[in-house]
């Protein structure tokens, strides 16, 4: 089943439809949006000079910069009395990124999730799980207010307390699970742990999962634990842009399909931003056609991918983007949650007793990423006081938890212990690729 027509339009169609809407975006924003006004007058365009979608190129770039510098409101789009929701998420610094929704804007994401639902199986017949963590992370009222409106039943179960998600997953007989896929593979382990086989006791039959990516080892394990016979699929999205609704697989697996009638990709290249020719590895840039609240132009998402072209088996018309292979910059996703290194300096630097040498170790132990920090401290002598250490290392963790929203292993090391480095410091390992 395909959800709507626009994923279905010939290219003639998609353009001119993504043409007169991208002028629309281009108008508001230059009325509305002062700080992007400012970017296009330095870059001498106007919204007259956008004619065709060859002139996307000219416009200047979006970065989650320009949102931290106007946090939190000062780059949206729409007065602040039209604005009905907001979602955040994590900026580079303490600060987060705010996005605003219009009440439009809750229908076109609801629609647009839907989409993407419908894609990777759902039906209206299903009993839906959601395993993100409802509050501000975009991902669970993305996906349940998409699935409502499939006319699923959903129960908001949030993440975390693994053994009553089993429960629930057994006594609700849900079918269809939305979480990140590493906490759906260690959801599968903990309930063979119980004595429960998932692929045999439970129900579940399809698995929408995104907000980091799958691998397909990782899809083949999915397979192997949760039944050969679950759909498993993921979809792409980012906060800034609108949460997930942006892609997803469909069945066949060849891609995740753009919503290309609400955003315009691009691939640049991270180093000069130039555009890429079609079927070109790169930095995936968005362009936001169909909000009021925070139409970005040209964002930045930082994430590497290819775009496909080629029609899919499925039906749909829709441009493709592969898996993500990796970032142009240092964020991690841990446990779908984003991280930048420069987060857990800043904590680490305000504690006093340690010094400015650390080590970031992310792992991935029973499917679940795991973060560990190794800290130096300035003063070997504390390492004999096992009262003050603890309590040291309890201090930073909850620091820690505080400005990341999730909790990380803290442990103190000698002073002079950890690797130095001659040219830029390495320390983050990433012991998951
Ligand atoms: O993760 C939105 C989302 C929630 C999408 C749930 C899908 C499902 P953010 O928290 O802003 O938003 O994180 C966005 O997560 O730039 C990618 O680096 C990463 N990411 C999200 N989905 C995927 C995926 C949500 N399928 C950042 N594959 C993005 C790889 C993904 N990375």
Same mark, same amino acid.
């Given at each position: ?10 290219? !003639? ?34 919204? @007259? ?18 949102? &931290? ?6 780059? #949206? ?16 610094? +303490?600060?987060?990124?705010?996005? !605003?929704?219009? &009440? ?17 199986? $759902? ?8 395993? #993100? ?23 908001? $179960? ?14 609700? =007989? ?35 999962? !995104?907000? @980091? !990516? ?30 997930? *609704?942006?892609?997803?697989? %469909? ?8 919503? @290309? ?44 991918? &290819? ?18 292979? +990796? ?12 991280? #930048?290194?420069?987060?857990?300096? =800043? ?7 340690? +010094? ?20 130096? /401290? %300035? ?28 909790? $990380? ?8 212990? /950890?690797?130095? #480095?001659? *040219? ?10």
């Amino acid at each position: 089943m395909i959800w709507s027509k626009n994923e279905t339009l010939t290219r !003639g169609e998609m353009e001119s439809l993504q043409l007169e809407r991208l002028k629309e975006t281009v108008n508001r924003m230059y009325e509305k949006n002062e700080p992007y006004r400012k970017k296009m007058s330095e870059a001498g365009i106007r919204p @007259e000079d956008i004619r065709s979608l060859e002139d996307l190129k000219r416009l200047p770039f979006t970065t989650k910069d320009d949102l &931290r510098d106007n946090y939190p409101y000062g780059y #949206f789009s729409t007065p602040k009395n039209e604005i009905v929701r907001i979602h955040a998420s994590s900026g580079t610094t +303490g600060k987060p990124t705010v996005v !605003g929704y219009t &009440r439009k804007d809750l229908e076109t994401w609801t629609e647009l999730v839907t989409r993407i639902a419908v894609m990777g199986g $759902a039906t209206k017949d299903d009993i839906a799980q959601i395993c #993100f963590g409802y509050g501000m992370f975009t991902g669970a009222l993305g996906l349940h207010y998409g699935l409502e409106n499939l006319g699923a039943i959903v129960a908001p $179960a949030s993440s975390g307390n693994t053994e009553k998600q089993i429960m629930y997953l057994k006594d609700f =007989e849900s079918t269809l699970l939305v979480a990140t896929p590493s906490y759906a593979l260690h959801i599968a382990e903990v309930a063979r742990a119980m004595g429960i086989d998932p692929a045999k006791d439970l129900k579940v039959k399809t698995g929408l999962f !995104g907000g @980091e !990516g799958i691998t397909e080892s990782m899809r083949e394990e999915m397979y192997r634990l949760w039944g050969r016979d679950m759909k498993v699929t993921q979809n792409y999205g980012m906060s800034e842009l609108m949460g997930p *609704g942006i892609s997803g697989e %469909c069945l066949e697996l060849q891609g995740m399909h753009i919503n @290309e009638d609400n955003f315009i990709p691009e691939i640049i290249n991270p180093e000069t931003g130039e555009v890429l020719p079609a079927g070109e590895e790169g930095e995936l840039v968005i362009s936001c056609i169909n909000k009021e609240g925070l139409p970005l132009i040209r964002y930045r998402t930082k994430d590497i991918t &290819r775009l496909v072209n080629e029609p899919c088996k499925c039906g749909r018309t829709t441009v493709r983007m592969e898996s993500i292979k +990796g970032r142009s910059d240092d964020m991690l996703v841990i446990r779908g949650v984003n991280v #930048f290194p420069s987060q857990i300096e =800043e904590v680490l630097l305000k504690v006093s007793g340690i +010094g400015p040498h650390y080590e970031i170790i992310v792992d991935r132990v029973n499917h679940l990423d795991n973060i560990e920090i190794k800290v130096e /401290l %300035c003063d070997d002598n504390k390492l004999d006081l096992y009262s003050q250490l603890t309590a040291l290392e309890e201090e930073i963790k909850h620091k820690l938890r505080v400005v990341l929203g999730l909790s $990380a292993n803290v442990k103190l090391v000698a002073p002079h212990s /950890l690797r130095r #480095f001659e *040219g830029k410091a390495k320390r983050v390992v990433d012991l998951r690729k």
